[in-house]
């Protein structure tokens, strides 16, 4: 359906695994140098030990081995000892879980006393787990072994005077907030080991001996993650959902915006596809796909001053020309984004003719080349859709494909291409060297803050994209080369779900890469339907020394409602209300 009185867009326009990649000269100097899928159930872990888990290290071997995350993080030799931990066991009083005894501690005996192995399984965190210095605390969740009732948290760091000892008859309990904000501060880069013991409890004893479950090390990294991630909520009743939000540290989440709040400036239209969206670089709104008498993408502030309102720069001949066609996916860069110049990059059309198309959020006129353009891709034939726009503002990645609907891929075989953009002109598109294999479809790319990688979704040739269960998140230089498959991928050892077969999906990075010393830390997000009814999401870090990179296992952000399938995640600097108080 089209706007009578617009211009026109013509139609025809495993945890413990080494993995090796070489990391190019290119990619080494620009690090140093930078200081809407579905979802279904997931299944739920298992139960039996673990061996200590770790990181994936991608350093040039092609070997597995290694024993995992320990790169130097660049945190500093140790200090202390410190006091964060008491001396006495921590007996759980949290409302609604059953007391332990006073003597639990001498029922349990101590550790080490040749407890029969295949205890409780640690879900969260997994072994390996490296967290930002600024995140949530951490919530340690276990799956019992038979009738298991009681269990013994144990964390020993060699800078602590004490080992934290917890006893609980919950599967899950979150460490203090005022112990967890002394180990944000001394305990950077320092291993802490975790240990679980479970037990049956009946009439005040233990009707079995402890056994031992999962150990393993977590560490809390020298740098922060910042911004924050607004994702798509729906659940059976409300198929449109609402985005919500949230940024490190807050135990709840915001509602951010609902589809029925955002309010588009032309008549007729109606909001979608409010899931695939992105945040202009400003942080204030979030885009997103309309549909209606017209198809464009629609702009509503995140803000709690002014929600769902367009931006006022946003002119009608903007409006106008965008609402002349069907667009896809929206994305921004910094670069192309001031007074004068608000640029929006998407699709336009979908199949072989999909095009990149750029829209001038100020123009004065709908003309093409004054509201709206095209971006040539000389040497790619098939359509271009849902592209990832460089915060430099000097390329794009996008997705290849002769088969697309709503700007995302179907069931046709997807790579992923480079092109300049040139001031909106175009140029030569090439495939990403190691993204663009024909043994697979590689789709949804996402640039680093520093433009310096590219992460993707990937799944063997011929599978259809959309709500893919195989799908898993990969790394790779925006430069090309060899592609990371990230350790997040894999849930927890001892459980029982696998990789491929969780829809690990939609990978975004946080908008801005730490640099300590000689180590350049990333933080990604991503969703995934291990363990639950429902898609969660995730978070893990990729770490970059000397050339190498290293990844690490998941770590499920519990702050989210559980009971809601969370989906799409955008990490930016969203500028959203303050969450609910928990």
């Known amino acids: 359906m089209e706007n009578q009185g617009a211009a026109r867009i013509p139609r025809s326009a495993p945890s413990r695994r080494t993995i090796s990649v070489a990391l190019s000269a290119s990619l080494v100097a620009a690090v140093a140098a930078a200081s809407c899928g579905g979802s279904s159930p997931g299944t739920p872990g298992g139960t039996g030990g673990s061996p200590v888990g770790g990181a994936t290290t991608a350093s040039g071997t092609g070997t597995n081995s290694g024993s995992g995350g320990d790169i130097g993080l660049g945190g500093g030799a140790p200090t202390g000892p410190f006091a964060d931990f008491p001396a006495q066991p921590v007996l759980d009083a949290t409302a609604g879980v059953t007391p332990v005894p006073a003597d639990i501690a001498t029922l349990f005996g101590g550790p080490g006393t040749g407890e029969p192995a295949g205890g409780p399984?640690?879900?969260?965190?997994?072994?390996?787990?490296?967290?930002?210095?600024?995140?949530?605390?951490?919530?340690?969740?276990?799956a019992k072994v038979g009738g298991q009732n009681v269990f013994e948290i144990r964390i020993h760091a060699m800078n602590e005077t004490n080992d934290l000892v917890v006893y609980t008859t919950s599967p899950t309990w979150k460490m203090p907030k005022d112990m967890w904000q002394g180990l944000t501060t001394h305990l950077?880069?320092?291993?802490?080991?975790?240990?679980?013991?479970?037990?049956?409890?009946?009439?005040?004893?233990?009707?079995?001996?402890?056994?031992?479950?999962?150990?393993?090390?977590?560490?809390?990294?020298?740098?922060?993650?910042?911004?924050?991630?607004?994702?798509?909520?729906?659940?059976?009743?409300?198929?449109?959902?609402?985005?919500?939000?949230?940024?490190?540290?807050?135990?709840?989440?915001?509602?951010?915006?609902?589809?029925?709040?955002?309010q588009t400036k032309l008549k007729g239209?109606?909001?979608?596809?409010?899931?695939?969206?992105?945040?202009?670089?400003?942080?204030?709104?979030?885009?997103?796909?309309?549909?209606?008498?017209?198809?464009?993408?629609?702009?509503?502030?995140v803000q709690a001053a002014d929600t769902g309102a367009p931006p006022t720069f946003w002119s009608m001949a903007s409006v106008d020309a965008m609402a002349a066609g069907e667009v896809g996916i929206p994305a921004f860069s910094k670069a192309h984004w001031k007074d004068g110049e608000r640029t929006l990059l998407t699709s336009y059309g979908n199949g072989d003719g999909a095009q990149l198309t750029w829209f001038n959020l100020e123009a004065t006129v709908s003309a093409q080349g004054s509201a709206f353009d095209f971006l040539q891709r000389?040497?790619?034939?098939?359509g271009a859709i849902m592209p990832a726009f460089s915060h430099d503002g000097k390329t794009v990645v996008y997705t290849s494909t002769s088969k697309s609907g709503d700007g995302r891929p179907t069931d046709a075989p997807t790579d992923l291409f480079v092109v300049p953009y040139a001031g909106g002109l175009g140029g030569a598109a090439t495939p990403l060297a190691g993204a663009a294999a024909p043994a697979f479809s590689e789709y949804y790319p996402a640039l680093s803050s520093d433009d310096a990688f590219v992460a993707f979704n990937r799944i063997p040739a011929g599978h259809d994209t959309y709500n893919q269960s195989e799908t898993e998140v990969f790394v790779i230089p925006t430069a090309g080369g060899t592609a990371t498959r990230l350790a997040a991928n894999d849930p927890i050892a001892c459980g029982t779900?696998?990789?491929?077969?969780?829809?690990?999906?939609?990978?975004?990075?946080?908008?801005?890469?730490?640099?300590?010393?000689?180590?350049?830390?990333?933080?990604?997000?991503?969703?995934?339907?291990?363990?639950?009814?429902?898609?969660?999401?995730?978070?893990?870090?990729?770490?970059?020394?000397?050339?190498?990179?290293?990844?690490?296992?998941?770590?499920?952000?519990?702050?989210?409602?559980?009971?809601?399938?969370n989906h799409t995640p955008a990490w930016d600097v969203f500028q959203i209300p303050l969450p609910p108080p928990q």
């Open 121 to 142: 399984c640690l879900i969260e965190p997994e072994p390996g787990t490296l967290f930002p210095n600024n995140w949530v605390r951490p919530r340690f969740s276990v």
């Open 188 to 262: 950077q880069d320092v291993p802490m080991t975790v240990t679980i013991r479970g037990a049956t409890l009946a009439n005040g004893m233990l009707t079995d001996k402890p056994s031992l479950g999962t150990s393993g090390d977590i560490r809390i990294a020298p740098a922060s993650a910042s911004g924050a991630i607004v994702y798509w909520r729906t659940n059976s009743a409300d198929s449109s959902g609402e985005l919500k939000g949230f940024s490190a540290g807050d135990e709840s989440v915001a509602s951010v915006l609902k589809s029925n709040q955002v």
């Open 269 to 301: 239209t109606t909001v979608s596809c409010i899931g695939c969206h992105a945040s202009t670089p400003d942080g204030k709104f979030a885009a997103f796909k309309t549909v209606g008498d017209t198809q464009g993408d629609a702009l509503g502030s």
């Open 378 to 382: 000389t040497g790619d034939a098939h």
């Open 497 to 565: 779900s696998k990789s491929p077969g969780l829809t690990n999906s939609w990978p975004k990075w946080a908008p801005e890469a730490v640099h300590v010393g000689d180590t350049t830390y990333y933080w990604l997000t991503f969703s995934s339907k291990r363990g639950t009814a429902v898609p969660q999401l995730y978070m893990t870090a990729v770490v970059v020394k000397g050339g190498q990179i290293t990844t690490y296992p998941a770590l499920y952000l519990w702050n989210q409602p559980s009971d809601e399938a």
